[in-house]
């Protein structure tokens, strides 16, 4: 699972291998991200199913939003199976803010910018809410959440200072 947003002319390269050697496998993966501006962002997902690894269940999945016409996604979702009695499946996809959700939104008298802001968090929400491992799932969630809002700030324990390189990152136009 994973979850990337990007902005200005960042790039991010995602490039996962799941092989299965053995019976009764079972991987589910999903990737998703929200780009903007002239980001670009690279998804190469590779899943082997060996030729013993029977009754193997594999999914993996791709999804991203470009919020302009600039940003790109290369998405290339690929399996590679030998064994004959499994379940799998990939796909890809790439798209704009659901028009219908947000007429939705907005018609209920919620604002466009945190319409689209919420439309963004129920995107990336559904990686996130995976974790299971509970203050992990809720500190991610509050670093989504502040990078959507464009909030990110310097964490309190992090050596790396990271908002100096994140807290550019959300343009204000996306409210």
Not at 117 to 129: D, G, P, Q, T, W
Not at 132 to 149: A, F, S, T
Request: with cysteine; hydrophobic share 40%.
């Amino acid at each position: 699972m994973g979850v990337y947003l990007m902005d200005k002319t960042q790039h991010v390269d995602n490039q996962v291998f799941i092989d299965h050697a053995y019976p009764n496998c079972i991987s589910n993966e999903l990737f998703k991200g929200i780009l903007d501006d002239s980001a670009r962002a690279v998804f190469n997902g590779h899943i082997l199913v060996r030729r013993n690894a029977q009754k193997t269940i594999a999914y993996q999945n791709n999804k991203n939003i470009l919020l302009t016409d600039k940003a790109v996604v290369n998405s290339k979702p690929f399996l590679e199976i030998y064994a004959d009695d499994v379940k799998c499946s990939h796909g890809a996809t790439v798209g704009q803010l659901d028009q219908n959700a947000m007429f939705y939104l907005r018609s209920r008298g919620i604002g466009i910018g945190n319409a689209r802001l919420l439309l963004m968090y129920a995107f990336a929400a559904e990686v996130i809410n995976h974790i299971k491992i509970e203050p992990l799932k809720n500190r991610i969630d509050d670093m989504v959440k502040k990078r959507l809002r464009g909030e990110l700030s310097i964490c309190d324990q992090c050596v790396l200072h990271c908002s100096t390189m994140l807290s550019y990152l959300i343009p204000a136009r996306w409210f």
